[in-house]
């Protein structure tokens, strides 16, 4: 028995535990990093489940294509903070703080 | 002729005005001069055709305002007042013309102020021969502003700057009320022409306007307005602050101000206005009693003034007062009567007062001089021509007019109803003969007659004036002597047809035959108050001075002259209650908090301010801390959302949520 609301929950709980993550998270890019592929995975599960409750085909190419835009944004994220590391020596976001109002 | 003597003043203050400094001093005494001599000459023409010949003469010039009811055309009316008034006008201000080119002689201003004096002379003119209320405006403010060009002369000393703005801005409240009167006037009468106004007043005689909650009776309610602007140009009690200031201009102007001009502007207005004012039963007496209390306040105020000028001046302020009340007595004719032969014997004072300051090198402190009979022999016989005719001495001008004011005011006690208020008014104005006589004399002792007090050096240097600053006071003590007696019978004379329909008083007013029958007592009062006037300064001066200069430095004597001295304290009381406070409130309410405050606050100021500080607030939201960001983005979307949702009236719980996720965030 499939129970919608419980299904939602979880895609909701996963997708704000990724937004927590990321706004209380001041130490490190990667653990962003980590955040917003946590956010693309609930928004793939979400894609897959309504393809499912729905009965339709397009929610799961979604969720592939959206599994292929995580994975090379993921990459290019990945590859910048090598690059930042490399100059600042270190990769704490709260001191990524050059450009103010 | 009748339109070349209004427009040869204005000729010749525009050549003076212009080309004074091509043509030098002399030359524009000659051309002002002679304007004002030519107009003298055709003054008296037009005296002989309209006054004595009966032909009135009307001249339309051209529209001004045309707007639906609206019409004022520029159109002049020469009838018997109009001619009496010219007459007054254009004499006395060619003697003073030709005064002050010896006067002024010195000062490097001469055709500044020749300019200043035509000009006051033509709207003078503008004035008395107008045929509608708004060209009579005109001249009306024309005169205010001529006279703060004049008294304002001397435009480098201090005194005379203030004096000239007090009395633009005094004489503008009652021009304020000269323009209520016109309103409401166009209002009533749906015109201002005084042919069409004064014809209909009849019959407005029961109809009321309604202001302010209340119905005024409109008769009442004009002359009112039209009496406060007569109170202002005639600096009657209230207004009257002004005049005496006015002393700062040099004394040919203060001679033409005081004399034929300026202040009896006010006069010629209620004289005009008669057929309206002689219906308002109310404000007449209330315009009576207003005159009667000037005349006794300005003479009991003339009588311990040190400056010579000044003394003059209240007496100017006294006299006034009684036109005025002869007036509000609908003695118009008499009033006119008063106001030509005051004309003479005020300018004669004047001008002779200038020759003694004149020859004493600008002293104008009474205390100062003394003596002078020994030195000015000619100034001191004008002045004590010029001073017997204002107490009203028997046989000189004076004497006609204002003596048979007061015994027809003590005549009119049997014909209008308010006794006690006339009795009143009798016995202020015969009051104030006794201290008009006794001003004046104490000005001839103090000046003449006393021990000198005028310093070594100086009293080498006293000499008579000039002959040219001297034609005019002979010209003028001549008139003083004889005009009251030559043109009784054709002002007062029982049964003058002269008047003719330009003034109009009331049947059952009219009593100058009855003033034959008077009691040869009521007929001698005013004649014994001048002698006891007279013998007080006389004793004061002369006989008892250390006795009477005992009492007066008595505690009681001390305060009553000290009083005296200071105007009653009216400047005083004037500041503090009405300027001060008026000036306070235009500066704390109007300038610092409404103009100042409100509006900049509102406007500009508040503005840009509000801006600038909402700009730097969203500046400072943008932290660079890449959190923030996070945190604004998801806010907005929620936002948005949750605002799309309130459009629909569909309340989804996605607002709840994000209502919660925002707790979550802040706490």
Known sequence: M??????????LMLFFLGILGMLYNRKNILLMLMSIELLLLAINFNWVFFAYYFDDIVGQIFAIMVLTVAAAESAIGLAILVVYYRIRGTIAVELINLIQG | ??????????????????????????????????????????????????????????????????????????????????????????????????????????DPHKPRFLTFLNLFTFFMLILVTSSNFIQMFVGWEGVGLASYLLISFWFTRLDANQSAIKALVVNRVGDLGLCIALFLIFYTFQSLDYEIVFSLVPSFLESSIYICGFNWSTLNTISFFLFLGAVGKSSQLGLHTWLVDAMEGPTPVSALLHAATMVTAGVFLLVRCSPLIVYAKTVSLFIALLGAFTAIYAASAGCFQYDLKRVIAFSTTSQLGYMIFSSGLSLYNVSLFHLTNHAFFKALLFLSAGSVIHS?????????????????????????????ALVGFPFLAGFYSKDFILELT??????????????????????????????????????????????????????????????????????????????????????????????????????????????????????????????????????????????????????????????????????????????????????????????????????????????????????????????????????????????????????????????????
């Open chain 1, 2 to 11: 499939i129970n919608l609301l419980n299904y939602i929950s979880l895609i």
């Open chain 2, 1 to 106: 002729m009748y339109l070349s003597i209004i427009l040869l003043p204005l000729i010749s203050s525009i050549f003076s005005g212009f080309g004074g400094r091509y043509f030098g001093k002399e030359g524009t005494s000659i051309v002002a001069c002679s304007s004002i001599f030519l107009c003298g000459v055709f003054s008296w023409v037009i005296f002989f055709e309209v006054g004595l010949f009966g032909s009135n003469c009307y001249l339309f010039i051209s529209p001004w305002f045309h707007s639906g009811n609206f019409y004022v055309a520029w159109s002049f009316l020469f009838d018997s007042v109009t001619v009496i008034m010219l007459i007054v006008i254009t004499n006395i201000s060619f003697l003073v013309h030709l005064y002050a080119t010896c006067y002024m002689e010195q």
């Open chain 2, 360 to 388: 004493c090198a600008d002293e104008q402190d009474m205390r100062k001089m003394g003596g002078l009979i020994q030195l000015l022999p000619f100034t001191y016989s004008v002045m004590l021509t010029g001073s017997l």
């Open chain 2, 410 to 667: 003590a005549l009119t006690r049997f014909t209008i109803s308010n006794k006690l208020q006339i009795n009143f008014i009798y016995w202020l104005g015969t009051f104030s003969v006794f201290l008009t006589a006794f001003y004046s004399f104490r000005l001839l002792f103090l000046t003449f007659l006393n021990k000198t007090n005028i310093p070594r050096p100086l009293i080498y240097s006293v000499h008579e004036a000039p002959i040219l600053m001297l034609i005019p006071l002979i010209i003028l003590a001549f008139g003083s002597i004889f005009l009251g007696y030559f043109s009784r019978d054709l002002f007062i004379g029982a049964g003058t047809n002269f008047w003719g329909t330009s003034i109009f008083i009331y049947p059952s007013l009219f009593s100058i035959i009855e003033a034959e029958e008077l009691p040869l007592s009521t007929k001698f009062t005013p004649f014994f108050f001048t002698i006891l006037g007279i013998s007080l300064a006389l004793i004061s001066n002369k006989l008892a001075d250390k006795f009477i200069t005992k009492i007066q430095l008595t505690v009681v004597g001390k305060k009553i002259s000290f009083i005296l001295n200071k105007r009653w304290f009216w400047d005083k009381i004037n500041n503090e209650l009405i300027i001060y406070p008026i000036a306070r409130f235009g500066y704390l309410v109007s300038l610092v908090n409404i103009d100042r405050g409100i509006i900049e606050f509102m406007g500009p100021y508040g503005t840009s301010k509000i801006i600038s500080n909402w700009a730097h607030k969203a500046i400072c939201i943008q932290t660079g801390q890449l959190v923030h960001y996070i945190f604004f983005m998801i806010v907005s979307v929620f936002f948005l959302i949750s605002f799309n949702h309130i459009i629909l009236k569909s309340f989804f719980e996605l607002k709840l949520i994000s209502l919660f996720f925002c707790l979550v965030l802040f706490t």
